[in-house]
Nanobody, 122 residues
Framework: QVQLVESGGGLVQAGGSLRLSCVGS????????MGWFRQASGKEREFVAA????????LYADSVKGRFTISRDNAKNTVSLQMNSLKPEDTAVYYC???????????????WGQGTQVTVSS
């Protein structure tokens, strides 16, 4: 069972950048596609980005396309989310999770991390 731990959240002004990291335990990390999701207060969890097991394919939500970049380093069991040009509406708890194959539906993902808070001030 892979366990995931997110880090890198914080408080940033609109227009700023943050880089989130998700480190996984276990030797099977590189077998899974990985995804980032976010959940704002009072809202449902929503898809942000996903990356295939090899890193060769990615998916992005329309709301973050062109601003966020997902990447992974299987040698370090790490998946990252570079977030640029942040907006107040990006404020949420960000979670990473894994799946078999490139997916967007949270129901297809498991081994959710504990989340990291991102707050963007206007």
């Amino acid at each position: 069972q892979v366990q995931l731990v997110e880090s890198g959240g914080g408080l940033v002004q609109a227009g700023g950048s943050l880089r989130l990291s998700c480190v996984g335990s276990g030797r099977t990390f590189s077998s899974y596609a990985m995804g980032w999701f976010r959940q704002a207060s009072g809202k449902e969890r929503e898809f942000v980005a996903a990356i295939s097991w090899s890193g060769g394919s990615t998916l992005y939500a329309d709301s973050v396309k062109g601003r966020f970049t997902i990447s992974r380093d299987n040698a370090k069991n790490t998946v990252s989310l570079q977030m640029n040009s942040l907006k107040p509406e990006d404020t949420a708890v960000y979670y990473c999770a894994l799946a078999w194959g490139l997916r967007q539906d949270p129901a297809d993902f498991g081994s959710w991390g504990q989340g990291t808070q991102v707050t963007v001030s206007s």
